[in-house]
């Protein structure tokens, strides 16, 4: 772990992690790589299981029907630990284990066959918490179910399971109940550099990071390695903290998150203020609760792809609400951004940029800069604008963005070094134009 974090307890919160020196926002405060990482089921046909790049077509393991590689090279070297997890999936079809099971046996695998040389971690597995003395009885109910999978699972390759965690593994986990709670609640989602969700991850001393619905540092990834930069200038002493959640949503629903998934109520000082509930829920009340009642239906639509369907449900219910609700209110703005989506899988350019254009306002309101999210939304508008030919316009997007993406990514990211190249095209084409 880098000299400049140091492990404390953090009042109220238990372990945590603070400066030890002054650390300035953009910089790299610290990187890790997992203790073990899956790629999601959801993605499971897109994304390499070894270095987690989307790619239109992967190699597949031709024992376990699963695993998929974007060249002989990952393969090979992603065998030696795919091969105990081929059998185990082979041992299963043609059912799939959930991404928490999956992951859970590789976290088994990995206590049971330590690495020779284990880099110094600040926090271990043992001392992650796994929450089950405060989960209500349905939580535990559906761990459980997931534990006993979990057995199944790895019965073939481990017949003795249970005799071995108890005899070879720390303390707390002992238990396949334990291993399912503590991954549950301590992995992270490894996402791309646009933010889309790849896989998910233990990353066991950056579990020490605590919650805040407005923090001073923000994670992003480069393939596995987790990458922690601060987006606010930080003092000696001073606490680091990310946000667990998406924090687009209103105070209550972000406590019920945090509450129900990791068991703490938060009382940053976002959420004992209410900032921007207010904003958020603006316009007539019964036009925006058809928008939040619309919501489910059109979240299960995305799921499906059905893209057709949802920019229509989409453009239907922003037409029928019209101006009674402002473009900053909460679920007007994730309407108007599943809408660019969808606009965006059906080539309609035009309708596409139109709808990301009024999601920068809100975003700039909410995701107060530099945060990842509005740059990366100034990013996807640029692209619009520069395949349209709005090359100027283009251009003051990719600009804006680039302030952003440079602290909260780094200017080595390959997302970062994608969008200098955007704005290189601009400025060439810019100055190709006859000048009027």
């Known amino acids: 772990m ?8 953090s009042p109220g919160k238990g372990n945590g992690l603070q400066a030890a020196t002054k650390i300035r926002r953009g910089v790299l405060v610290t990187s890790a790589e997992p203790l073990v990482c899956c790629v999601s089921n959801k993605w499971a046909r897109e994304v390499c299981h070894h270095c987690f790049t989307r ?18 090279a990952c393969q090979k070297q992603a065998w030696p630990g795919h ?4 059998r185990c999936l082979r041992s299963l079809l043609p059912r799939r284990p959930t991404d928490s099971v999956r992951l859970s046996a590789r976290l088994i695998f990995t206590l049971l066959n330590p690495p020779q040389s284990s880099s110094e971690e600040l926090y271990s597995i043992d001392e992650h918490k796994s929450h089950l003395d405060l989960m209500p009885e349905q939580k535990k109910k559906g761990l459980s179910e997931l534990a006993a999978m979990l057995e199944l699972y790895m019965q ?9 965690m108890t005899s070879e593994m720390p303390l707390s986990c002992r238990e396949t109940l334990s291993i399912i709670a503590k991954v549950t609640c301590n992995c992270f989602t490894i996402s791309d550099g646009e933010l889309q969700e790849l896989g998910v991850g233990l990353y066991p001393s950056l579990s020490l990071l605590n919650h805040d619905c407005q923090p001073n540092c923000v994670m992003v990834f480069r393939g596995t390695e987790l990458q922690l930069r601060a987006v606010q200038d930080i003092n000696p002493g001073e606490e680091l903290t990310i946000s667990y959640i998406e924090t687009l949503s209103v105070t209550e629903d972000r406590q019920k998150q945090l509450e129900d998934q990791y068991h703490f109520t938060c009382h940053c000082q976002r959420c004992s203020s209410r900032e921007q509930d ?12 058809q928008l939040k009642e619309a919501l489910p239906r059109l979240e299960g639509l995305q799921s499906e792809s059905n893209w057709q369907e949802l920019v229509q449900g989409c453009s239907d219910l922003l037409t029928n609400v019209g101006e009674e609700v402002p473009d900053e209110n909460l679920y007007k703005l994730k309407i108007t951004d599943m ?10 350019w035009e309708e596409a940029l139109s709808f990301g254009v009024k999601t920068l306002p809100a975003y700039r309101l909410y995701y107060v800069d530099p945060h990842p ?13 520069h395949h349209l030919g709005c090359i100027e316009d283009a251009l003051d997007s990719f600009k804006e963005a680039f302030k952003i993406l440079k602290l909260t990514h780094g200017e080595d990211h390959c997302l970062t070094a994608d969008l200098m190249m955007k704005m290189e095209e601009c400025r060439c084409e810019k100055d190709l134009q006859p000048s009027s």
Request: with cysteine; charged share 25%.
């Open 156 to 164: 073939k390759e481990i017949p003795d399971l249970k005799q071995r």
């Open 278 to 289: 207010g904003v958020m829920l603006s316009g007539r009340e019964a036009a925006w609760r």
């Open 83 to 86: 091969k105990i997890e081929c």
């Open 373 to 385: 999210v509005h740059g990366v939304q100034l990013m996807r508008v640029g692209k619009l604008q």
């Open 2 to 9: 880098a000299p400049m974090l140091k492990r404390f307890v």
């Open 55 to 72: 790619c239109e077509s992967l190699l597949r393991c031709s024992q376990c029907k699963t695993a998929r590689y974007c060249n002989a």
């Open 339 to 348: 809408a660019l989506d969808a606009s965006v899988h059906l080539g309609r």
